[in-house]
């Protein structure tokens, strides 16, 4: 066998390896939320379950836990989304714009902000939100979660934008365009790749949080939380299966996503 | 506009959408908005098969008095920072919760819960199920006591020929047979992960030694504390046993970490649920040389501090139904929880007999937790304990007299 041929079989046998590495806890999740109590029993329960139960799921579905939790979890998830890239793209863009060292000054300031630990910043801002009337309303979940990932995003967005070169702009002046219509149909595409980074960042933080949604909600849990109430107080399944679903609209919004994370984004955009 | 454009556009215009349309109103599972509406909002932290006999319950409280109530489960670490976040705001958005009896002195000190001295509690409810009163006021109602029972695994059991361990001599036994079965691991996990689990079964043992947990380094104490330390040290105890509080138990159970595991009765049903509840005994425990001795748990309600008017009035109406005959008996016979009142004894389903008895059992020898205000320094210095003695192996006779000397200088700061 030659060298290329080798090569070829290790490098397609690292990835297999890899991906099996990454999709193993998936399966799990899966497996459990199928499987009768007695299979999980013992100190090394098969890994397969050759007599799968769906009594979990009717049970979960039944009790009405997933519906609701769901279309909150989505809706908060997406519309955080929306307004922080909303808010963040443009003052990303501004900083990106600024001499080297005051730039390096707000991004550090802006890490410093996610250094504070959560939990002491989280009562304190749900307490005013509390003061607003927010809590137990889309708005109020929505709105920390935005505060939760701008810094993030914004140092993600100041990097993709500084990585943009003048002369795109400058072009886009020379032929007339506007400064918001650069913004938006030179830059934005430009910086897509990152843009939809950010965006995914934002999405998979605000469907996994946990902290401000506890303390802003009483009445309608997001996902996050329905899974904690399994795994406070009921099965292994009935967590699993709860967990699954909490998986299912990740695929979706990475799928939709992915189309933008081009690593030619760039390529010839500035010729000579 | 490109193509790529307009989908951006679209992105961006349905998320915005889909934010702004629901938030601008509330929950719509929210029959009312707790602040507005004539709702109240209940929080008890539930196993999922126990959730349906306590919304009937809520629904009959609403069908008798026309007030319709939400049931949200707050577990008790969270309650106390959504108390703070409700308090500090003067916008409680709940109106009654439950509560674990072993979390209360936090809601108290940091004055999150409202005085109860008002609201008379039912004469048919036992004294001994009062819960403690803090600097003389009332703070709490009676809702639902609650100890740990000890699950043993059937088949391991039976196995080694043996029966379940009534005293420390025979957990000792048990102990060493299991770790000889079980690859030289410890297979008795004993609740001690840092915090209330920690100084709960450390209560237990001083006191079952004839000791005071209060007074710490009395010769009752220096001998639980010299078995503990001897049980760790020969490895008849599970590494796991520093990570057990009542979640990962359940977990130690099902995987067989665990053969001996003693934890709180909700496991019987997340058990029953898996169709595994007859793979383990379950009965009340070991008693020490000098008794059995049950720290005693459960929940009790509070009503947040700055609920008003009109809300009070019916959050402590709630209260008392919840305290009722009628409610107390549902609650037994549906849930096999045990009843703070003697008028409410009932059947129980067959599943939960045993564990309802082994209950009734460990609550005759059950201990309420003083409300003294140094509490916090005798918590801080039973998990210092676990971590110096049983788990270091430092000399018990030392250590315990440096933390009461500690915990005497916290009870003369605060004037007790």
Request: glycine share 8%; proline share 7%.
């Amino acid at each position: 066998m030659n060298l290329p041929k080798l090569r070829a079989i290790g490098l397609t046998a690292w990835a297999v390896a890899v991906a099996g590495l990454v999709l193993f806890p998936v399966y799990l999740v899966l497996m459990v939320s199928v499987a009768p109590g007695p299979a999980l029993f013992g100190e090394r329960p098969a890994l397969m379950v050759t007599a799968p139960t769906l009594v979990y799921w009717r049970r979960v579905l039944a009790r009405g836990e997933l519906l609701g939790p769901m279309a909150k979890s989505l809706v908060v998830a997406t519309a955080a989304t929306g307004l922080a890239v909303a808010l963040a793209a443009p003052g990303a863009y501004a900083v990106s714009r600024w001499p080297l060292r005051r730039r390096h000054a707000v991004l550090v300031a802006l890490l410093l902000a996610r250094m504070l630990p959560e939990l002491a910043v989280g009562v304190s801002l749900a307490t005013r939100f509390a003061r607003l009337g927010l809590v137990d309303t889309y708005l109020g979940v929505t709105l920390a979660h935005v505060i939760g990932a701008l810094p993030f995003i914004t140092w993600i967005l100041v990097g993709a934008f500084a990585g943009i070169p003048v002369d795109l702009e400058e072009a886009a002046g020379l032929d007339g365009a506007s400064w918001l219509k650069t913004l938006r149909s030179v830059i934005l595409p430009a910086a897509a790749p990152a843009v939809a980074v950010a965006a995914l960042f934002v999405w998979l933080y605000s469907w996994n949080e946990f902290l401000y949604a506890r303390l802003l909600t009483t009445s309608q849990n997001t996902l996050p939380l329905q899974v904690f109430q399994a795994i406070d107080r009921g099965t292994k399944q009935q967590m699993a299966a709860v967990a699954a679903v909490l998986l299912v609209p990740i695929l979706f919004a990475v799928a939709f996503l992915q189309r933008y994370l081009r690593p030619d984004a760039m390529a010839g955009a500035v010729k000579g | 506009m490109t193509l790529r454009g307009r989908r951006w556009t679209a992105l961006l215009s349905a998320g915005l959408l889909a934010f702004l349309a629901p938030a601008c109103r509330r929950e719509s599972q929210t029959p009312a908005a707790p602040p507005r509406g004539p709702a109240l909002v209940v929080s008890v932290s539930l196993a999922e098969d126990e959730r349906d006999a306590v919304r009937e319950l809520l629904e009959t409280f609403r069908r008798e008095t026309g007030t319709a109530v939400v049931l949200t489960s707050i577990d008790t670490a969270n309650l106390p920072d959504r108390l703070r976040v409700d308090v500090g705001a003067g916008r409680p958005t709940l109106d009654l919760f439950a509560q674990d009896n072993l979390a209360l002195r936090v809601l108290v000190d940091e004055r999150l819960v409202d005085r109860l001295d008002d609201v008379p509690v039912p004469p048919e409810v036992s004294p001994a199920m009062q819960p403690p009163a803090f600097g003389g006021h009332r703070y709490f109602l009676p809702f639902r006591p609650n100890v740990q029972v000890t699950y043993v695994n059937r088949r391991r059991l039976e196995a080694a020929g043996l029966r379940p361990p009534a005293t420390v001599d025979e957990l000792r036994e048990v102990a060493r047979r299991f770790r000889a079965a079980g690859r030289g691991l410890g297979r008795v996990t004993l609740p001690l992960a840092e915090g209330a689990p920690a100084t709960a079964t450390l209560c237990e043992w001083i006191l079952a030694f004839g000791g005071d947990p209060l007074v710490l380094n009395d010769a009752g104490a220096a001998a639980a504390l010299a078995v503990l330390q001897g049980f760790w040290r020969d490895g008849l105890l599970a590494r796991e046993s520093l990570l057990a509080r009542y979640d990962t138990q359940v977990d130690y159970l099902t995987a067989e970490t665990a053969w001996v595991a003693p934890n709180w009765p909700f496991t019987t049903g997340v058990l029953a649920d898996q169709d595994l509840l007859d793979r383990f005994e379950v009965y009340e425990g070991w008693r020490g040389p000098a008794r059995a001795a049950h720290v005693i748990g459960g929940d009790v309600l509070g009503v947040p501090r700055g609920l008003g008017g009109a809300r009070r009035d019916k959050a402590v109406a709630l209260a008392r139904f919840l305290m009722s005959r009628e409610a107390q008996r549902l609650l037994a016979e549906r849930n096999a929880w045990p009843t703070i009142r003697a008028d409410a004894i009932t059947g129980v389903p067959p599943a939960r007999r045993t564990t309802l008895a082994a209950v009734e059992r460990a609550l005759a020898d059950g201990w309420y937790r003083p409300s003294v205000p140094y509490w916090a320094a005798v918590d801080e210095a039973l998990n210092e304990v676990v971590r110096r003695v049983i788990v270091a192996g430092e000399p018990a006779a030392p250590v315990l007299d440096t933390l009461a000397a500690r915990v005497a200088a916290a009870r003369r700061r605060t004037g007790s």
